[in-house]
C-alpha cells in the first residue's frame, strides 16, 4: 500500500495522529478545527462557497503541518495506459447509515480514485436478500471495472453467487469469506485493543476495566482479546468483573461506568470500545463528580467526530476505514489477481489519536 506518513504533532484540544498513515481531508480537518466539507472546498479551489481567509489560512497551515500531499493525475503513456481500469467501481454496502464507518469507507475509495479519473458507484442493501442481487446484477450488466462488497460489521460472510459466477474483480471491505477466494481487508481489532489497553497501561493504570461491543459480534470479541493479551503481557490480572457489556450505544456505557465504579475497587481507567459508549461514560463520570482524566482516565475506539468536542476531548483509536478503502483501489491497480488463487486476508492496523482523556491515576508515578 503507498502510504504517506503524517508528522506526530500534538494539536490543543485535538490530538495527535500517530504512526504511520496516510493523511487525509479528515485528518486535517480535525486539526484545522472545521469540518471535512470545508476542507474539501478550501484545498480544491471552489469559490461557489464563500470561506473567510483566516479559515481558509487555518485549513492550509493545518494541511501543510500535517505532510499533506495531494496525489496529482497522471498522464500515460501509451504503454501505461493498459495498466489502468476503464469504468467505474461499484460500492456495494449493507447498511450506510448505521454508523460513520461505511461512509468513510466509501470516503477512501473516492479519495484513492483522484488520481485514476474512475467514476464511484454507490448503493446500499440492508441486507435485503432480495434487493441485493438485483442491484449486484444492475451494475454487472453496466459493465462496472469491479465491485466492492462492504459490511457495516467486520464478519465472515458468504459471497453472493452472482459474484462468484461472474468475471468482474471482487473486493471484500470490512467482511472477509472463508475460502478466501478474493481480496479481503478488515481493520485488526486485537491489535487495536491491544494497542488501547498499553496506552493506559503506560499511564500507570493497573486497574483496567473495558465496556465491551455485543460479544457475538467479531469487532468486540478481537478488542476484547486485545484487552486481554495486553494486561497479560504486562503481568496484570485479569478480572472479570471489570469487563462490563455494552451494545454500542451511549446508554450501555452510561450504566456500565455505573457498575464498575460501584464496585470496592473501582478502576481508575476504562477502555470503552467504542466512542458512542464513551459519551454515557462520561455523562455517568461527571454525575459522580468524577473528574476525566484526574479521577478516571477514558479511551474510546473509532475516532468519530464527537470524539474531539468532548470535554476533555477523548484519546481514541481511529478505525482504518478510509485506509481499507485505499486499499481496495490499490489492490485493483496494482495487487496480485487471479480467480483460483487464495488471498491473504489483509488486516489494517488503527491508529491512536492522542487528545486529554488520559493521565496517570493519582498517588502514581508515570512510567519511567
Partial sequence: MVEVKSESKRHKGVGKISGRQRVTMHDIARVAGCSQA?????????????????TRERVFEAAKSLGYRRAA???PSVSEKSSFINGPIAFVVDNLAAS??????FDGVMQAVKSTGNLVLLAETQND?????????HFLDQGVAAI??????????????ILQECNTPVFLLNCFSENLRFPAVIPSDIAGGHTATNALINTGHTRIATITG????????????????????ADLPYCEELVVEGNWLPSSGYSATQTLMALPNPPTAIFCQ?????????????EMGKSIPNDVSVIGYDDDEIARHMSPPLTSMNLASRAMGRWVVE????????????????KLECEMVERDSIAPPRMAKPPG
Fill in 38 to 54: 470545508t476542507v474539501s472546498l478550501v484545498l480544491n479551489n471552489n469559490e461557489s462557497v464563500k470561506i473567510s481567509e483566516q
Fill in 73 to 75: 493525475r497522471p498522464t
Fill in 100 to 105: 460513520p464507518e461505511s461512509v468513510n469507507a
Fill in 129 to 137: 436478500p432480495d434487493l441485493e442481487p438485483k442491484t449486484l446484477q
Fill in 148 to 161: 466492492v462488497y462492504a459490511c457495516v460489521f467486520t464478519r465472515e460472510v458468504e459471497v453472493p453467487q
Fill in 214 to 233: 455485543e460479544p457475538f459480534m467479531q469487532c468486540a470479541s478481537g478488542r476484547t482479546v486485545g484487552y486481554r493479551n495486553a494486561l497479560a503481557s
Fill in 274 to 286: 467504542n466512542d458512542r459508549m464513551a459519551v454515557g461514560c462520561y455523562e455517568a463520570l461527571k
Fill in 331 to 346: 489492490q485493483l491497480f496494482h495487487g496480485p489477481m487471479g480467480e483460483n488463487r487464495r488471498h491473504p486476508l489483509t
